[in-house]
């Protein structure tokens, strides 16, 4: 979703900074050209998001938008969910997006917008999904907060939250067949009867970031009607 975001920028004319921890990530700005730099690092580590701010600070001086969309999932029953996988999900889709907004916001120029990505699942109960949905229901907080915060500031925070979407992800982590079933169920259970494209979450962030422009401690749900009907 932030690589479909951050194309539809540089298409569009402008400069982007992406930042991830894995190989394919960094790779993967080469294919968006010379206005598009990618910087290693994980943003549960003060230490990565303060050499990524200065980074930045040096090459783009100042930022009109910033996608919040750092994240990382993984199923967690009840019963089973150990700390180490607790505070991992927390580490990085709570602690990791506000110290994100924290390091940056100082770039920010006036009438910039912030966008945090959350989830479905800060919406509605799902199985075993306890701990990622709580860390998505704690942004869901941020954005009404951090609003408060930058207003002073001239500058919006909101929220996009995706619902199911082809992300690709899915091929990676299931079996052909479980991955089969597990797609005919979100079907199933979607009002549109479909999964989303990255490329309708990218449009909805830069809408929040750009153009929303008397918008500001908002979620737009992105989920084809899942937790609205």
Known sequence: MGFALARRLVDGGARVVITGRSSATLDAARDLGGNALAVRGDVASLGDLDALTDRVSRELGSVD???VN???AGATPFESTTEEVYDELFAVNVKGAFFTVQKLAPLLRAGAGVVLTTSAA?????????????GKAALRSLARSL?????PRGI???A???????TGILEKTMTEEDAE???????ADNPMGRFGTVDEVARAA???AFDATYTTGAELAVDGGRTQL
């Not at 800060?122 to 709580?134: E, K, W």
């Not at 609003?147 to 207003?151: D, G, H, I, V």
């Not at 996009?160 to 082809?166: F, K, R």
């Open 70 to 72: 750092a994240g990382i």
């Open 160 to 166: 996009v939250s995706p619902g199911p979407i082809d």
């Open 156 to 158: 919006r925070v909101n």
């Open 122 to 134: 800060n919406a509605i109960g799902m199985l075993d999904t306890s701990v990622y949905g709580a």
């Open 65 to 67: 938008g910033l996608f």
């Open 147 to 151: 609003s408060r915060e930058l207003l």
């Open 181 to 187: 079933q597990f797609t005919a169920q979100v079907v």
């Open 206 to 208: 830069a809408f929040l």
